[in-house]
């Protein structure tokens, strides 16, 4: 043995960007390089298969160390190395002893945080037993009318160990109260709470369309409520003010899209609470970013790095200390992404969310139930979501390393790229008067459409394919059991119970109507009126003056990638329902299995991807018999699949014989390239392949079967 170093690359001379080209080149052997290795992003920017240091000179330190300026490495020196990030599960099951056994569960299994986020009734800022509530109640989360309810959910719960945070909507100034309320109910102190109100008018208003007051007096209650907690809450374990684009991104926003939407909200936000005389460092301490996630790994850790190099100069340019302007981030599983059909791939994109989200220096995660889509979360959905973070964090220990991206040419290149690109869009915002202004007149609304059906045209085509729905779907699969609860049953429960609260209320809810008209200087009024019994829909009253001055626009829609694929497979689930089987077609193999396996699974992974069951064979020799199976099989539709060589002699015979057995729509499995006008002289209607319109296919079969999708 010996000691001395091995030096191996010393033996190979040094390579550059310029070799790999040229060998690159040789090897595409003509085919265009841009077309064939670079992907381009819905953003305009090109994805290169290889990064060097020419892409991402390092001279300078432009992404600067963790913990510093720009921050675009973190925002603590050691990262996440020593703590961990802050596991934080989403609790929305209207059935509060369920989710009060669930929250039990998750804080004994190393959850850390817990995120509340109210059923549409309290978004509304309805009381469970309004009679405007009956179709509300329920509705994406739970209904918590009073402070008792809150305590009832959180009575096993140690509220100076254990951070809450609220999901509100446009009632978030309110039920901020009313967690204040039971703080105090606790006897939380000022120095123990720990939390987040996460009020966000803006982010409200794009997703709901309304405002139960005007903006300019939602973003000065926001701003009141922040000064209050600032002063109120040291050290900045608790926060007023949220900037969640999750309302963006599940409409079809782009990455940079949504870093620029949060951007020019945070800058919304930083003026009100300036206009309120709070100091621009207390102003920036008091807004936690939210950031949804997709299932592109290179994108979610540019994205989060991206954010906070953005918001650092930001910050900087409104005159904030270099301590304060780190972005506090929070990183979500993005709805969109989640299927309801084949729902446990759902774990594999949540695990890639929260890797990326991990790499990408988040302070805390939310990763969804697999089934979230479906419904109420099972008690295994939650444990799994749960334990993806765990194992990520405790078995991979991926917080070990501090900014593993730093230095990376890719990462570096491509989060400069995309806050490049989002800084232009976060400009144009501004340039038309602000957020508020761009989501009233619609201009957000129009470009964020505009991408999403550049998108959807990129899912139809499998350009952009998604596993278990457009590609590889399993029309065998066993639906997950949901823990789906009776509405009907809490909401009478609930109406009892607020009768309870109601009778025993030492508050009178018209002295409280005064008090909150001086709401931005008197905040602590509402949570003394909720102590004393009065109801969230009573507070909202009192505070809003019956929504004299609410503001409407038209909401944001949100839509799920899968949507458009899955809504077919509805259609097929009601002809199984109604008839027995589903819509069928026959897989007409031409030839020897050798020739035409590949064009037949292909066919049957197309064709299944809209709930229509292949039936296949090991092929016919001849036309007659193919004709004949088709005949027996009890199919409508047909589709032939073999090699081009079989094609060159058997295709426009087995076509005519398939239409002489009553075949109603003919496909053939392949480009037909010069031979495309005698195929369809003989009869194949239409020709299905790799870059063809899967979905107008697909609708187009369920039109000519009559299957109607929902």
């Known amino acids: 043995m010996t000691d001395a170093p091995q ?47 020419e892409h991402w000179p390092a001279e300078g330190d432009p992404s600067g160390m963790p913990g510093a300026m720009p921050f675009t490495r973190g925002a603590r020196p050691l990262g996440m190395s020593q703590s961990g990030w802050d596991i934080r599960q989403l609790h929305a099951n209207p059935d509060i002893a369920a989710t009060k056994a669930a929250i039990a569960d998750d804080l004994e299994n190393s959850v850390t945080s817990l995120l509340i986020r109210l059923d549409a009734a309290g978004r509304a800022g309805l009381d469970a037993d309004a009679p405007e509530a009956a179709d509300l109640f329920g509705q994406g989360g739970l209904s918590l009318s009073t402070v008792a309810e809150w305590d009832a959910l959180l ?34 102190t000022e120095f123990d709470a720990k939390g987040a109100f996460n009020i966000d008018p803006l982010g409200a208003l794009a997703e709901f369309g309304r405002l139960p007051t005007s903006l300019e007096t939602a973003l000065g209650h926001m701003a009141s409520l922040a000064d209050k907690t600032a002063r109120t809450f040291p050290g900045g374990a608790v926060t007023a003010v949220a900037v969640d684009s999750a309302v963006y991104y599940n409409a079809g926003a782009s990455e940079a899209q949504d870093l620029a939407c949060a951007m020019a909200t945070g800058v919304a936000y930083l003026r009100a609470m300036e206009a309120a005389g709070m100091p621009m460092d207390e102003a ?76 990408g220096g988040a302070n805390s995660i939310t990763i969804l139930p697999h089934d979230a889509a479906l419904g109420q979360p099972s008690p295994l959905s939650r444990r799994i979501a749960r334990n993806t973070q765990l194992i990520l964090q405790e078995e991979s220990q991926l917080n ?8 990376s040419w890719a ?41 999403r059906e550049t998108r959807r045209k990129d899912i139809a085509k499998r350009k952009a394919p998604i596993t278990g729905i457009s590609e590889f779907p399993n029309l065998a699969e066993p639906a997950p059991e949901l ?36 709401l931005d200087v008197l905040p602590t009024e509402i949570a003394t009126a909720a102590i004393k019994g009065a109801t969230l829909g009573e507070l909202v009253r009192a505070s809003t003056r019956n929504g004299a ?29 109604g008839t027995g089987a589903r819509p069928l077609i026959f897989l007409a193999n031409l030839g020897p299995i050798a020739h035409h396996t590949a064009r037949a699974t292909f066919a049957r992974n197309f064709f299944e991807a809209g709930g229509v069951e292949a039936l296949t ?7 007659e018999d193919c004709a004949a199976a088709f005949t027996d099989s009890g199919a409508r539709v047909a589709v032939i699949c073999s090699s081009d060589k079989i094609y060159a002699d058997q295709a426009e015979p087995a076509a005519r014989a398939l239409k002489a057995a009553g075949c109603a729509k003919l496909y053939l499995a392949g480009r037909p390239g010069d031979k495309q006008a005698d195929f369809e002289a003989a009869g194949i209607d239409a020709f299905i392949f790799v870059g063809c319109d899967v979905l107008g296919t697909l609708q187009g079969l369920h039109a000519a079967l009559g299957v109607t999708s929902r």
């Open 7 to 53: 030096r191996f690359a010393e033996d190979f001379p040094a390579a550059s960007h310029t070799d790999w080209m040229a060998m690159v080149e040789k090897a595409l052997d003509g085919a265009p390089f841009d077309k064939k290795l670079v992907a381009r992003t819905l953003e305009g920017f090109s994805i290169q298969p290889l990064y060097s240091r």
């Open 155 to 188: 009575s096993d719960v140690d509220l100076t160990k254990v951070p809450v945070a609220v999901q509100a909507g446009p009632q978030a100034p309110v039920v901020a109260a009313m967690l204040t309320a039971l703080w105090c109910q606790r006897g939380v």
């Open 284 to 359: 920036c301490g008091q807004i936690a970013f939210s950031f949804s996630l997709g299932t592109d790994q290179y994108l979610n850790i540019a994205k989060l790095r991206a954010a906070r190099l953005m918001w650092a100069r930001i910050a900087e340019a409104c005159g904030a200390g270099e301590p304060a302007r780190a972005a506090r981030v929070h990183a979500v599983t993005a709805s969109r992404v989640l299927t309801r059909r084949d729902p446990w791939v759902n774990m594999l994109r949540s695990t890639m969310v929260c890797f990326s989200a991990a790499i």
């Open 400 to 407: 070990r390393v501090i900014d593993p991206a730093g230095g």
């Open 411 to 451: 990462l570096e290149s491509l989060t400069e790229e995309l806050a490049g690109s989002a800084w232009a869009l976060f400009q144009d915002i501004e340039k038309g008067g602000g957020m508020a202004a761009a989501l009233s007149s619609g201009r957000i609304a129009e470009q964020i459409g505009t991408v």
């Open 483 to 518: 823990a789906d609860p009776d509405l009907e049953a809490l909401r009478e429960a609930a109406g009892a119970s607020l009768a309870s609260v109601r009778d025993d209320a030492t508050c009178d809810i018209f002295s409280v109507e005064g008090a909150v008209e001086e």
């Open 549 to 577: 001055d609410a503001l409407e626009i038209t909401p944001l829609p949100s839509h799920r990638l899968a949507e458009d694929f899955e809504a077919l497979r509805d259609g097929s689930d009601e002809v199984l329902e």
């Open 617 to 623: 064979n090991t092929g016919f020799a001849d036309a």
